[in-house]
């Protein structure tokens, strides 16, 4: 049975998403340099005819209830509310990502928070936030003993010397026990919310990645505001004192608006940032490219604030920081810009499923090195005939291939380790504890079947299925 090759994929993606990647970061630079303007200008009594400082307690229920509106207008706008899953007959996001929602609220908030501080600059606060994730992640992974490669590392140093150059200049800021517990709030959210995006979203299928954010989304701003009706209403004293101040009186006055846009604007950003990070490829691509375009948000609204209205410009230290911070984002940038990933396909033999999907992954051209093993392969077995007769079948070419068994050295020299089930992730992740990160099913929608001893036809639709896995976890939309 002969099959025509398919014809390449029009891409779903929206007119706002055009420009890929650097589209993504040049969106989330356009929404953040306002929303961080905004945020420090309101709270600080700079905005016109508003000359009272506003609380960030005060101003982020407000701000909660802004987020609540624009998640859910966005959702039915682009109509991706569709990929909300669906519980009971009605549609209800799982309880995964109630979890994810948790985590992200807190990250939401703290980062408006963070903003609202009197005696620290924007840039300030942003490099705080920053450097603090680039130095806790590679900890963490080493702590959990998952393997930390050297750039990560360079990262850290580069990272640490962001935070002693800012602090040094002690001139240039006030660092309260608020500003500092809101941070903390930051690095628990933020962690919390890569752990379960790692784990279930960056699929490369268009339906599991929306219907992460889709979830998620509309979680965190239903968290966001139920959290601070809690806090509210329990007797924590100066805290629940402001919030309750942000739910009744602050709502009847002119600073509710520039408030609830603030809640707007980050759930406009929030629409790119998170886009950024559910890209498919690894994190060493995609966080640089965020943290990229939140410097230079930070560095525009921190200036911009100085030109139009005369508040201090960030100290010499915050600027040699932020230079420390963009070597660090540089150093993390090396295997996306100039590594060869190297891919590893995972099945049992390795004659059949992860021989086809590194034939099917080197046909598809890139910058990659591709490699295959099996479990309980047989050293130099060649590919099975019936696999090579239906990659034939499809276009793809078919040079010499021996099987070789997996080994840990394998598995430590991929960057990432692509398995046909998920009993085969737990037999590649006992052999190395330490690589959870990077293991994936191939198939995010289910194990992909073993076709040895079935017929041609048996093979040729496994074959099709791994070329449509491949094809969506390398080749961008």
Request: charged residues 15%; glycine residues 10%; aromatic residues 10%.
């Amino acid at each position: 049975m002969a099959i025509t090759r398919e014809s390449p994929r029009t891409s779903t993606r929206p007119w706002w998403l055009a420009g890929g990647m650097l589209g993504l970061a040049f969106g989330y630079f356009f929404w953040y340099t306002p929303y961080a303007g905004l945020t420090k200008a309101l709270s600080s009594g700079l905005l016109p005819g508003m000359d009272k400082h506003v609380g960030g307690l005060v101003l982020l229920p407000a701000a909660a209830l802004g987020t609540l509106v624009g998640a859910p207008l966005f959702l039915a706008f682009t109509g991706w509310w569709r990929y909300i899953g669906v519980r009971g007959g009605k549609r209800f996001p799982s309880n995964t990502m109630i979890v994810a929602g948790f985590f992200t609220a807190l990250l939401i908030a703290a980062t408006t928070l963070n903003y609202t501080f009197a005696g620290v600059s924007i840039l300030f606060m942003l490099l705080m936030m920053r450097a603090g994730v680039l130095i806790l992640s590679p900890i963490v992974d080493a702590v959990r003993r998952r393997k930390v490669r050297v750039f990560s590392w360079v990262a850290l140093g580069f990272s640490l010397l962001a935070v002693a150059t800012a602090l040094f200049d002690v001139n240039s800021y006030v660092l309260t026990f608020g500003a500092v517990a809101s941070l903390a709030i930051y690095y628990t959210g933020y962690i919390g919310r890569f752990r379960i995006m790692s784990r279930v979203a960056k699929t490369g299928i268009e339906e599991v990645d929306r219907r992460y954010f889709a979830e998620e989304s509309v979680t965190s701003a239903v968290w966001q505001v139920g959290l601070c009706v809690v806090l509210a209403v329990l007797p924590l004293g100066e805290v629940s004192s402001a919030l309750r101040e942000g739910f009744t009186t602050f709502l009847i006055t002119p600073a509710v608006i520039p408030a609830f846009g603030v809640g707007l604007l980050y759930a406009a950003l929030y629409v790119y940032g998170t886009l950024i990070y559910l890209d498919h490829r690894e994190y060493t691509w995609c966080v640089p490219a965020n943290r990229c375009a939140s410097l230079l948000s930070g560095l525009v609204a921190s200036f911009g604030l100085t030109w139009l209205t005369g508040i201090a410009a960030p100290g010499t230290g915050q600027l040699i920081a932020t230079g420390f911070i963009g070597l660090a984002i540089l150093a993390l940038s090396y295997p996306a810009l100039f590594g060869r990933p190297v891919l590893l396909f995972v099945c049992g033999g390795n004659t059949c499923r992860s021989a086809m999907a590194a034939a099917i992954a080197m046909a598809a051209g890139g910058r990659r090195q591709v490699l295959s093993a099996g479990m309980d392969a047989k050293e130099g077995a060649p590919m099975a005939t019936q696999a090579v007769t239906a990659l034939r079948e499809l276009g793809i070419p078919v040079n010499g291939h021996q099987a070789q068994r997996l080994n840990s050295a394998l598995i430590n020299k991929a960057t990432t380790v692509y398995v046909m089930t998920d009993a085969q992730r737990d037999a590649v992740l006992a052999m190395v504890p330490g690589a959870s990160r990077k293991i994936v099913r191939l198939d995010a929608t289910g194990d992909i079947p073993d076709p040895h001893d079935q017929t041609e036809s048996a093979y040729l639709d496994v074959a099709e299925k791994i070329k449509e896995a491949v094809h969506r976890r390398l080749v961008p939309a």
